[in-house]
């Protein structure tokens, strides 16, 4: 039998599609740009998902705004923007390329886009006859944002916008199908519910009470179903201070005949919104159908005692914890009752109450467990709710420490997650710091950050994107910057966030004076207050 020998070239069009797919683009061009006219075909083909959320200005100027927007926008399926880190981005994008060009885009995300920028954007989104979702994060919207971009294009389908308030009763309709959004009261969802009857996900944040004696005082109105709803989350802020009643009333007044998914999470003062006997109610009749159940209420540490909580806990566990099994925590500032294991990542024990010195032996996250912070990734800690001989586990890749004392050894606490971190908040840069090779994020309180530090923190974390750093003297700083950006072995540094202690001197004293040589060097930089904001 003859032997086939075959290459990678040989391989079909549609297999590099496939290997395409799961690279990203700047991976894909460095791979297979110019390999070979096959594979380079291949690749014009291919449709691409764009992130820039986190890239460094040298990367954008010289890839992205040259080459792959100006040659490639008709692949484009995906974008996400940001002037979170990545300074301003969003305004030179809108500036360089016109948005309705990009004819196969389906998804978009936009992060702190400015009043203006988002008013251009909702003006073009007609005109993207592919779009199917947009995302974005902003404190403030254009007026009838949310109308136009819900109801002018028939592909759109999904939109994640959970800071836009609705304040009034829509007088339109839409055939979206995923939402998340923040509604004033519990009558505006209940609008929103009826316009929208196509929505099969809604997440829902609820702003503020009706502020109605009993329940006498809420209008009855024709029930509304709502067929399509297979995933319902409502969040109740802790400000609302919304009555349980008014919850209640939510279900009083619509039909969920094919729900799936019911998510409750509530900051509250008042033990109502873990009365069993209400939510036993609530489930029988008005979510039987129901598969999943996501429970998560806070109550202030200060208002209740524990035993109090404990008795609410032990009945809600006894009544519904056959179908829905409950657990309690307790973070020092809150307690906790919620379904299956802590359902947050993120868990902040940095206020401890010194009435809590016996719960200091239990891990917070698992009330009934004496292994510390096994269920979390994220964590933020003060030197107090530290003992001499915890270690955390693996699973912490997020981690803050305030005030720390001389009892914490940072190595033996660190040993186990040292290798997993991605991000890190402490004091100073102490001696007995673990290397943490995966280490994107670092700040760096309360100690001023010197020119010898640079060395130390290149061995620390060689792979550091973010460094928040403070500085008592900002004529120093310029020095600083030179030795991070080009006498260090920090490479993928990409962003820089400065906090001045300097007494004699601002930073736009100093921009003004270092103008040229920071222009000449490409970077990007912003003045926000005490804050120096530089983009390499």
Known sequence: MPISINTFQDLSSEIFLEIFDYLSIEDCF??????????????ELAGFSIDLTSISRKTYDEFYKKIVFPNYYRQIRKLKLSNDLT????????????????????????IKPSYMTL?????????????EHISVDSNSYPYNFFESITTNLLSMNACYLPRLEIEDQLSFQSNIKYLTITVEDVTYLLNLLAVFPQLKYLHASLLSTLDIDGNSGLPIINIIPCKNLQTLKLDVLERSSIDFYEIEYIFLQTSFDNLKSFSYNCTTKSLNHVDVSRWKKILS???STIENFYFFVQIPFSLFSSDNIKNVFNHIQ?????????????????????????SKSHFDLSCKLLETDSDLNYDPISYESTMKFSKVDSLILNSHSISSFTILPKTIK???????????????????CSNQLLSLKIIGLPYDLSPMPKLRQLTIQKVMFKLQMVPKLSLLCPCLELLTIEIDCIQEFKQILDQLQYQSNLNELKFIRVFSRDPKQTWTRWLDENQSSLDNSNISYEVKDLFLFIWL
Do not use: C
């Not at 301003?88 to 995300?109: C, G, H, K, M, P």
């Not at 997020?398 to 940072?410: A, E, G, K, P």
């Open 30 to 43: 460095n791979a297979f740009y110019n390999l070979n006219w096959k594979i380079k075909s291949t690749l």
């Open 87 to 110: 300074i301003n981005l969003l305004e030179r994008f809108f500036n360089d390329f016109q948005l309705d060009d990009f004819e196969q885009l389906r998804s978009i995300t936009l």
């Open 119 to 131: 008013g251009s954007f909702a003006l073009m989104v007609p005109y993207l006859k592919q779009l």
């Open 285 to 287: 009749t008005y979510l």
């Open 318 to 342: 006894t009544d519904l914890g056959s179908s829905f099994p409950f657990s309690l925590s307790i973070n020092y500032l809150y307690y906790i009752i919620h379904t299956e294991i802590y």
């Open 398 to 416: 997020h981690l803050q420490i305030h005030d720390q004392d001389d009892h914490v050894n940072l190595d033996k606490f660190l040993r186990q």
